[in-house]
């Protein structure tokens, strides 16, 4: 779930003032639709960045993107990123598929926050080093339960931040700790495309 996000306008320019204060930080990123191992802005305890989304699998060359907010702590691969390097990832909205009735077709749609155009996902970081010996910074995205104005169209979404907490998530252990097994806000949602 959540394979991939919206950064639009709007959120841009939202990303824009985080990077004004985070003095001296330039970020190159991707915008528009957000696929796996693109560099995508978060917002650290230090300050702004641009990072790759996804860890690399330990197994194959694939990434991963996603992990269960209500297991993370126990899993050797969250557990310490989530306890000493959280991040926020700013996104307009994020898209999941969902199957028409019996058949093959899906609909792909954009899940967004209602009357707010800027949606606060929780995530984590971590440090890695790639074949060719480079050292860079990765993210992925915590997911929850969904709530009931999404379900019927998965079963899963990213745990969702408010403005006001930012700071909270990206500081408090306690507030991490309670906002892990919290529930889900209602979203809303529109089909963005057939497919």
Request: hydrophobic share 40%; net charge negative.
């Amino acid at each position: 779930m959540c394979g991939r996000y919206l950064i639009d306008d709007e959120a841009s320019a939202h990303i824009e003032i985080w990077m004004k204060n985070s003095p001296g930080t330039q970020l190159d990123y991707a915008t528009g639709e957000i696929f796996p191992t693109n560099i995508a802005p978060v917002m650290t305890q230090a300050g702004a960045a641009a990072v790759k989304w996804g860890f690399p699998h330990w197994s194959n060359s694939s990434v991963i993107i996603n992990a269960r907010a209500e297991t993370a702590l126990e899993k050797n691969m969250f557990r310490k990123p989530l306890r000493e390097q959280r991040c926020v990832i700013l996104a307009s909205g994020y898209y999941e598929w969902a199957a028409q009735g019996e058949t093959k077709k899906k609909d792909k749609y954009l899940l967004h926050m209602p009357n707010d155009e800027i949606l606060y996902m929780a995530g984590i970081l971590n440090n890695f080093r790639d074949s060719t010996g480079t050292d860079y910074t990765a993210f992925v995205i915590l997911t929850t339960d969904a709530s009931n104005s999404i379900s019927h169209i998965h079963n899963r979404m990213p745990l969702i931040l408010h403005g006001d907490e930012l700071d909270n998530w990206l500081s408090d252990p306690h507030f991490m700790e309670q906002t892990l097994h919290r529930s889900s806000p209602e979203l809303s949602w529109g089909i963005a495309a057939h497919g």
